[in-house]
């Protein structure tokens, strides 16, 4: 079965620019997580989805960050204004309704300058 | 507030070398365990998954062990390849489904 789909790879913004990433879990999968992954760290969470639902997003800095998952399908993270401090690789996961097992994305790897 | 911590943070073995990786959390109110592998410029793949009622599990050259009472979970590697140097994380579920994450052990085996 095809993987958690993420773009894009990579990107660079300038401080204060907008960005957007975009996930797309595994078929017939409910469960959406995005986390954040400074570097030399473990992944922290930033929000999950059940199905279009937030389930948590007590991590998320909503005065920036802001994530949705419409048709409980697709979901995009948007950061804005971005800081130097959000330099990141942001990695979406997946996870079935039975199994407690999370299925993680490639990442987006975000460089602030 | 859940903490996960993992020893060492880097390791460098020679091939064929038997390891074990650390992980311990502060709360025991657990409901599994993973233990990830992070290839650099890559998302996390699962390796293994212990449920809270389990002791270990075993999948290849891979073993890992869970003593939820004092907090420990150990990745035992048999016999390490070249092939097994990447980063590898734990992670523990506790409430409300969330996943808490170590910062790794960053793994080389030399030839």
């Known amino acids: 079965e095809a993987g958690v789909a993420q773009s894009p790879r990579y990107k660079i913004i300038e401080k204060r620019q907008s960005v957007a990433f975009w996930c797309n879990p595994i078929?017939?999968?409910?469960?959406l997580y995005w986390y954040q992954q400074i570097l030399g760290q473990g992944p922290k969470l930033l929000i999950q989805?059940?199905?279009?639902?937030?389930?948590?997003d007590s991590q998320l800095p909503k005065d920036r960050f802001s994530a949705e998952r419409l048709k409980g399908v697709d979901s995009t993270l948007k950061i804005q204004p971005a800081k130097l401090e959000d330099s990141a690789v942001y990695l979406c996961?997946?996870?079935?309704?039975?199994?407690?097992?999370?299925?993680f994305g490639p990442g987006t790897r975000l460089t602030v300058l | 507030k859940q903490e996960v911590t993992q020893i060492p943070a880097a390791l460098s073995v020679p091939e064929g070398e038997n390891l074990v990786l650390n992980c311990s959390f502060t709360?025991?109110?657990?409901?599994?365990l993973q233990w990830f592998r992070q290839d650099p410029g890559k998302g996390l793949t699962s390796l293994l998954l212990?449920?809270?009622?389990?002791r270990e599990q075993t999948s290849g050259r891979l073993n890992a062990s869970l003593d939820k009472s004092s907090g420990r979970s150990t990745l035992y590697i048999a016999a390490s390849q070249p092939g097994d140097s990447a980063t590898y994380l734990c992670?523990?579920?506790?409430?409300?489904?969330?996943?808490?994450f170590g910062t790794g052990t960053q793994l080389k085996v030399e030839l």
């Open positions: 996961a997946s996870s079935p309704p039975v199994l407690d097992e999370q299925f």
């Open positions: 078929s017939g999968h409910a469960t």
């Open positions: 989805f059940q199905n279009n639902g937030v389930v948590d």
């Open positions: 709360d025991s109110a657990i409901y599994n």
């Open positions: 212990i449920q809270s009622s389990q």
């Open positions: 992670a523990v579920k506790g409430g409300g489904n969330k996943l808490t």
